[in-house]
């Protein structure tokens, strides 16, 4: 503010002040801003353009005010770290949920209506950018990642061996070193020893089991005819009788135990692309915890508030009339 004759040089009019700090005595108290510091300055300025070589006094004061932050803590702030808090529970929630893609899109839409309501309550300016922006920005960045890494994770979620390999670095990686380090249950693999013999003794007891690899004569009425074993000269192999029915019986049951074999292996690497996901997944929640927090953080740290803790306070300013004629 700017104090000062125009129309009569310093060599009628002399203005001078005897304290350059004010007195707030009469200061009305905002709710919005906290004023820091105030004081006065004197100028004799020359103007040779319109006035020619006489000095003009004015007096300039100073006047420094600081916004008031709880309103922004409270209404955008505390928002912004809750709503970033969503942002890690992308990775937390299961892939089969079907809902994580859903789940990070409905956060970002949630960030943008913020921002349109932040630049309604913040005056426009293209000089600086606002911490609660910055902050604000960077939780938008951090989503736009966690929907292009959650697209990546559900892709490998649904993979199966019909469509895709599992290198063997993947499965030392994620399934046999990472789980150790990221408290994880290591994958335990699918049993598929679901062997022919077994599901012979459970459908036709022990007997079929043993008559599994030996010679089969079909009918004990048959001519007998020598065995391959006395034919190339070697050691009599005990041959039994059995009913042909039991006999065809048995190479169904061969042929249902392969089945269940590369099912139960089919399901088993399918689990695996599941364990992988889950280990990604497992990795990305902790490192956007540890960005989100040091973000957080750093923009509390940022804040006048914080890094100069003198802002807030208001000196014990006190001054004489401020000026003399």
């Given at each position: 503010?700017k104090l000062?004759?125009?129309?009569?040089?310093?060599?009628?009019?002399?203005?001078?002040?005897?304290?350059?700090?004010?007195?707030?005595?009469?200061?009305?108290?905002?709710?919005?801003?906290?004023?820091?510091?105030?004081?006065?300055?004197?100028?004799?300025?020359?103007?040779?353009?319109?006035?020619g070589d006489?000095?003009?006094?004015?007096?300039?004061?100073?006047?420094?005010?600081?916004?008031?932050?709880l309103?922004?803590l409270?209404n955008?702030?505390?928002p912004?770290?809750?709503?970033?808090?969503?942002?890690?529970?992308?990775f937390?929630?299961?892939?089969?949920?079907?809902?994580?893609?859903?789940?990070?899109i409905?956060?970002?839409?949630?960030l943008?209506?913020?921002?349109?309501?932040?630049?309604?309550?913040i005056?426009?300016?293209s000089?600086?950018?606002?911490?609660?922006?910055?902050?604000?920005?960077?939780?938008?960045?951090?989503?736009?990642?966690?929907?292009?890494?959650?697209?990546?994770?559900?892709?490998?979620?649904?993979?199966t061996?019909?469509?895709?390999?599992?290198?063997?670095?993947?499965?030392?990686?994620?399934i046999?070193?990472?789980?150790?380090?990221?408290?994880m249950?290591?994958q335990?693999?699918?049993s598929?020893?679901?062997?022919?013999?077994?599901?012979?003794?459970?459908?036709?007891?022990e007997?079929?089991?043993?008559l599994?690899?030996?010679?089969?004569?079909?009918n004990s009425?048959?001519?007998?005819?020598?065995?391959p074993?006395v034919?190339?000269?070697?050691?009599p192999?005990?041959?039994?009788?059995?009913?042909?029915?039991?006999?065809?019986?048995?190479?169904?049951v061969?042929?249902?135990?392969?089945h269940?074999?590369?099912?139960i292996?089919?399901?088993?690497e399918?689990?695996?692309?599941k364990?992988?996901?889950?280990?990604?997944d497992?990795?990305?929640?902790?490192i956007f915890?540890?960005?989100?927090?040091?973000?957080?953080?750093g923009?509390?740290?940022?804040?006048?508030?914080?890094?100069?803790?003198d802002?807030?306070?208001?000196?014990?300013?006190?001054m004489?009339?401020?000026?003399?004629?």
């Amino acid at each position: 503010m700017k104090l000062g004759p125009w129309t009569h040089s310093a060599f009628y009019v002399d203005i001078r002040i005897d304290h350059k700090t004010i007195d707030k005595d009469d200061y009305v108290r905002s709710g919005q801003w906290i004023l820091t510091m105030g004081y006065g300055e004197r100028h004799t300025p020359v103007y040779p353009g319109c006035c020619g070589d006489e000095p003009f006094t004015d007096i300039t004061w100073n006047f420094h005010f600081t916004r008031r932050p709880l309103f922004y803590l409270v209404n955008l702030f505390i928002p912004c770290v809750l709503i970033s808090a969503l942002t890690v529970l992308v990775f937390y929630l299961p892939s089969d949920a079907g809902e994580k893609v859903t789940l990070a899109i409905s956060v970002f839409l949630t960030l943008t209506v913020l921002l349109l309501l932040i630049a309604e309550i913040i005056p426009p300016t293209s000089e600086v950018v606002p911490l609660i922006e910055k902050y604000l920005i960077f939780i938008m960045v951090m989503v736009t990642l966690s929907v292009f890494i959650t697209v990546v994770v559900l892709n490998i979620h649904h993979r199966t061996p019909a469509t895709h390999t599992m290198p063997k670095w993947i499965r030392r990686v994620f399934i046999e070193y990472l789980p150790r380090y990221l408290c994880m249950a290591q994958q335990q693999s699918s049993s598929s020893d679901v062997t022919t013999e077994f599901l012979e003794a459970r459908l036709f007891g022990e007997e079929s089991r043993s008559l599994a690899g030996l010679p089969v004569i079909l009918n004990s009425n048959e001519q007998r005819r020598p065995s391959p074993s006395v034919l190339r000269n070697e050691p009599p192999i005990k041959q039994y009788s059995v009913n042909p029915e039991i006999h065809r019986a048995i190479i169904n049951v061969q042929y249902i135990a392969q089945h269940f074999k590369k099912q139960i292996d089919f399901e088993s690497e399918c689990d695996d692309w599941k364990f992988v996901a889950m280990a990604i997944d497992r990795i990305f929640l902790i490192i956007f915890i540890t960005i989100i927090g040091i973000g957080s953080i750093g923009l509390i740290i940022q804040a006048p508030q914080i890094s100069n803790p003198d802002v807030s306070v208001i000196p014990a300013l006190t001054m004489s009339p401020p000026c003399t004629l």
